[in-house]
């Protein structure tokens, strides 16, 4: 089992639309989890962080976390074709809490 | 505020020669993480790195491969007799920290490893 898994994508989505982004880890100890934007070419970008269950917001973002189920999602609400891009899901893993990524999802906005 | 700085920006090395990247942290932070990434692939973790000690290097490839963060200057990835399939983005990321309060990580621009 992977430590972080995401569905790869594409995920089409049209603009001004939402866009969920979902993530699963395997560390019932992790107690970090971020979402990263990258774009091609380009290196990760930190667009928020979360530690409690929950939601928390951030502008147009949402990152929602559930640690029963071990699950990490990130909603984008009104939808920009500048938010056409891989998003990658990172998790804080095992005894020395590595920070770990899953494979990330290609998100296209089609205006 | 200068963020995490990696230098070279691009290298090109030949077959059996030796890539040394380097990465300077945000200041203040103190703990460096590097990551490779193939085209159209995720971020490989290789290995974590606190001053002057190695936390997790279970990502590193057992030969060939070597970091290391020493009390005064940047951390350094050494890969000696490079081979092609070593060619590849190579990510530094930093932060203050790996538990409680902050511990966003930070990346640098990456290094584009072409192995000739």
């Known amino acids: 089992q992977k430590e972080v898994e995401q569905n790869s994508g594409p995920l089409s989505v049209p603009e001004g639309a939402i866009a969920s982004l979902n993530c699963t880890y395997s560390d019932r100890g992790s107690q970090s989890f971020f979402w990263y934007r990258q774009y091609s070419g380009k290196s990760p970008e930190l667009i928020m962080s979360?530690?409690?269950?929950g939601d928390k917001e951030d502008g147009r973002f949402t990152a929602q976390l559930n640690k029963a189920s071990q699950y990490v999602s990130l909603l984008i609400r009104d939808s920009q074709p500048s938010d056409s891009a891989t998003y990658l899901c990172?998790?804080?893993?095992?005894?020395?809490?590595?920070?770990?990524f899953g494979q990330g999802t290609r998100l296209t906005i089609n205006p | 505020n200068a963020g995490v700085m990696q230098n070279p920006r691009h290298l090109v090395r030949r077959r059996g020669q030796e890539a040394r990247l380097r990465c300077s942290p945000v200041?203040?932070?103190?703990?460096v993480y590097w990551y490779r990434q193939l085209p159209e692939e995720g971020l490989k973790f290789m290995v974590y790195?606190?001053?002057?000690?190695?936390?997790?290097e279970s990502g590193m490839p057992k030969e060939r491969f070597s970091a290391e963060f020493p009390k005064e200057g940047p951390s350094i990835l050494r890969i000696q007799q490079v081979v092609r399939g070593d060619s590849a983005a190579y990510f530094c990321?930093?932060?203050?920290?790996?538990?409680?309060?902050?511990?966003?990580?930070?990346f640098g621009q990456g290094t584009r490893l072409t192995v000739v």
């Open positions: 790195l606190q001053k002057e000690n190695i936390i997790d």
């Open positions: 200041k203040g932070h103190s703990h």
């Open positions: 990172a998790v804080r893993s095992g005894r020395a809490q590595k920070l770990v």
């Open positions: 990321a930093s932060s203050p920290g790996s538990a409680g309060g902050n511990t966003e990580a930070f």
């Open positions: 979360i530690y409690s269950n």
